[in-house]
């Protein structure tokens, strides 16, 4: 596989974490722009680890994702009282915050950047890719994915069926911040250098843009999403200096063309359904 | 069972509701009438934490309600319906009820690879549920896209999957012909049979007064009257508030 390819198939896996993450805070209707914060901890974390302190890179990784995770509790709670815009404002003042702190901060390279992680590859990517996955699967068949739905659709209506919304919400920024702060430490280690500029707005708006094109109703709307517009801007390498018109005027007719997204969930329980009456064609008379 | 003792809610100027004093016992139906605008809607909203109490208290089965948090006043067994239809529109009609269930079995993050021995339990009371509200065919349908009575009727079953000791209805037979409010009123007589509490907002007369044990009025915020069904038709005061006073 040539080093361009590789290059490419590796952001698309941490794309596909990436929108990932801000998915999983979508669950329970609250949008997030400061993503890329939490992945700019998980990234610092472990290469301050595995580069200062000598730690094999998974522990590592875990260890960024968990600091990132703590970091989203502490801002997922106060932002419990935000709804709408006024979430996606303080969530994006959280992300340039800790953009600006490491660029300030010596210990890991402040300005000038951080040298030294390595160790990312295709197959330890993906592995956490296929984790993920699976995770967001087993959860949209859940009891626990159910009640998410629950607080998206209504959370008043949520709450007197029992469901304890602030829990559900918390848990949820909890998990988005952990899965970006994965995708944070596999990019790490992915490029050998970091600077804070890496984990920019545009990076945050992108992998936003992902989710909503992609669909916003099921994670495979987020994946897919992570998936085409990590390739398509490669694709259209040969338009030269009018590729990211071109890529905007994709975005742009996407959303009128198809609000809902690429993916939907009636797509997946059709393509469920299609796939149970292949496998087993004797039960199907009560699924 | 439920006890509402000198309740008030203000709204700003506004007092929506004043001084209500209201007893419910096990097992019995209550209605609660009166023109529009009164604060029936209102009183159902304090009763199940959506709206905070002004003033008073409201005890349920010996516990106080008014500084509990929705969520956990309707684990204490406290289920309703909502006036405007509020279903969970991603949902399909079965996964409307088994989220009712939710906060009765492990929904928990060891819901996602943990398939528990109660799960097969738990599906065959919603189907029992479904069964019984008559939607057990339309189970893998999107909740939106049912009819609107259906609708109503899936909202009960929702309620129901919650087990509670005490059912609010807000407006259970609005919206629905008479051939389905008489069938309504068949469930509901089920539900009270079964031991469940049930507690509802109508203004059609025939439910009201073909079904509850002990009807009372709301006007302008305040109870202006309490009885049976006979004693409701009876009263002047009702008469006034619903009719307007005779003029000279």
């Not at chain 1, 998974?58 to 009282?81: D, E, F, H, K, N």
């Not at chain 1, 517009?229 to 490669?234: D, G, Q, R, V």
């Not at chain 2, 089920?190 to 007369?205: A, K, S």
Request: proline content about 3%; hydrophobic content about 50%; some cysteine.
């Amino acid at each position: 596989m040539s080093v361009y390819i590789e290059g490419v198939l590796a952001l698309m896996g941490i794309n596909i974490l990436l929108a990932l993450s801000v998915y999983a805070i979508l669950t329970t209707d609250q949008l997030s722009l400061g993503n890329t914060g939490f992945m700019a901890i998980g990234a610092y974390v472990s290469a301050y680890l595995t580069v200062k302190s000598g730690f094999p890179l998974v522990p590592a990784l875990i260890i960024g994702a968990l600091t990132a995770s703590v970091i989203g509790l502490l801002i997922g709670i106060p932002a419990l009282r935000l709804k709408g815009i006024y979430l996606v404002m303080a969530t994006l003042g959280f992300g340039e915050m800790v953009r600006t702190f490491f660029m300030n901060f010596e210990p890991t390279g402040g300005a000038s950047g951080f040298r030294g992680p390595m160790g990312s590859s295709l197959i330890l990517i993906y592995a956490f890719v296929l984790v993920f996955v699976v995770f967001f699967w087993l959860l949209s068949r859940s009891r626990l994915g159910r009640s998410l739905d629950a607080v998206r659709d209504d959370p008043e209506v949520a709450s007197t069926m029992g469901l304890n919304v602030t829990h559900l919400k918390v848990w949820a920024f909890w998990l988005g911040a952990f899965i970006a702060g994965v995708a944070g430490g596999l990019y790490a280690h992915h490029m050998f250098y970091i600077e804070s500029s890496n984990f920019n707005f545009l990076l945050a708006t992108m992998i936003v843009l992902y989710v909503i094109l992609g669909g916003m109703e099921t994670f495979w709307g987020a994946v897919a999403g992570a998936v085409i517009f990590s390739i398509l801007p490669e694709a259209l390498r040969f338009m030269k200096d009018w590729r990211l018109s071109f890529y905007g005027a994709v975005l742009v007719t996407m959303m009128i063309v198809r609000p809902s997204g690429i993916i939907t969930r009636e797509m997946v329980r059709n393509f469920e359904e299609w796939l149970g009456r292949i496998f087993r064609t004797e039960e199907t008379k009560d699924a | 069972m439920l006890e509402m003792a000198n309740v008030s809610k203000k709204f700003g100027g506004l007092t929506a509701l004043e001084n209500v004093h209201l007893r419910l016992e096990k097992n019995r139906t209550y209605g609660l009438i009166g023109p529009n605008g009164a604060g029936k809607t209102t009183l159902f909203n304090l009763v199940t934490g959506l709206l905070p109490v002004s003033e008073g208290s409201i005890r349920f089965l010996g516990q106080e309600l008014t500084s509990l948090r929705s969520h956990q006043i309707s684990r204490l067994g406290i289920a309703r319906t909502f006036q405007n239809i509020r279903l969970f529109p991603t949902m399909t009609v079965l996964e409307n009820v088994l989220v009712a269930q939710n906060i009765r079995t492990h929904s928990g993050i060891t819901s996602l690879w943990l398939l528990r021995d109660g799960e097969r339990k738990f599906r065959e009371e919603a189907e029992f549920l479904l069964k019984q509200m008559g939607l057990w065919h339309k189970r893998k349908e999107k909740s939106t896209s049912l009819a609107y009575g259906e609708q109503r009727r899936l909202e009960i079953a929702r309620a129901l999957a919650l087990k509670p000791n005490l059912l609010l209805l807000d407006e259970p037979a609005a919206g629905m012909n008479e051939a389905e409010t008489e069938e309504l009123l068949d469930r509901i007589q089920e539900i009270r049979n079964m031991g469940t509490t049930v507690f509802l907002i109508e203004h059609d007369m025939n439910v009201v007064m073909g079904i509850c044990d002990t009807i009372s009025v709301l006007n302008f915020g305040k109870l202006i009257a309490q009885g049976t069904p006979d004693d409701i038709q009876a009263n002047e005061g009702v008469i006034e508030a619903y009719l307007g006073k005779e003029e000279g």
